[in-house]
């Protein structure tokens, strides 16, 4: 039997909230959407949140609030989804492309600092693997240069920071999250920005819905009824439907579950590859508390050999991530290889192994045991 590398936990309570959204009065635009954002606002610590329909539209959104012009620059990680640079390019926007530390594989704060010029606007620092980055330093040089810090935390719903949830904001302007299907909860596609700043609010309120507000304290022209709305930017329709709002309330319910178990099953991972030689785990600094999206290891060996190796054995093994800037598109762009020397060698040797709360212990040690035979073999 094949072990998928992630998959979602969908039980009766979610199906059973889903099929009353689906027969209430309101399949978008309901109640559920304010009650889901409220949800994981409180449980993160932050003032507001914006549900949309991905974590894409959710960078866009921020990006767009942050009022991200042609021209401008924000620097990012490029071991990171495509989505984390391609929302710059949304708004005329040029992604800069700053290393990762090769212990967290997080970005430098330090390659941060180097890649600032008088164009940069904001930094997207990328928790990855549900580490956070190391916000305090990154929080000081956007400050001492002006800049916004837009968290993409796609990978750390329920991680910690210094004591304090991702999502807080407490060293950023916004955090964005993503429900796709292999996150921590899921409502099928879906995303959401969290903020503590009400000027953020509003513009992403609007931008997920055309640009129209129909706040009457908001207006620019005089409010002329009950019928009256205006369009003041040009937003999109980035709107999430109430039964996936349904479906997120359920899966909330069962995150913090979701997250004990996920790091149960990297304490058995650890405790089995810190013996191998060959092997590099991810550092988790002492501040942090990952939340474990994605399990990574690094191989000192033929990692072809090994990927090919684990897929024939029926392990989901996948690779994340391709640099972003060596995507055709970005070659296109003008970007060159060699940007990033640290990123482009951790590719190169990375494997992300099976990881998601639905995994049984004895898939945990089949995987132990083919990652060591697989390594042994191709090391010879
Ligand atoms: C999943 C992901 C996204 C995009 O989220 P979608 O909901 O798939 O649009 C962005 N950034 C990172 C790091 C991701 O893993």
Redesign the pocket.
Known sequence: MRIPYATQWIDAADVKEVIEALYSSHLTQGPRIAAFEKKVAEYCGARYAVAVN??????HAACFAVGLKPGDEVITSPI??V??ANCVLYCGGRPVFADVQSDTINISPEDVNNKISNKTKAVIP?H?AGQPCDLEELSNIAQKNGLVVIE?A??ALGAEYKGSKVGACKYSDMT?L???A??HITTG???MILTNREDIYNQLMMFRTHGITRDGDLMINKHEGLWFYEMQLLGFNYRITDFQCALGMKQMDKLEEFVSRRRKIVAKYDQAFRKIANIVLLKEKAENKSSW?IYPIQVKSDRHKVFDALQREGIGVNVHYIPVYLQPYYSELGYQPGICPRSEKYYSQAITLPLYPKMKDEDVDTIIEKVSAALEDCSI
């Open positions: 991905s974590g894409t539209a959710a960078l990171t989804f989505a984390s990328v990855f993409d796609a990978h964005i993503s429900f796709h292999v996150k596609e879906g995303g999206h």
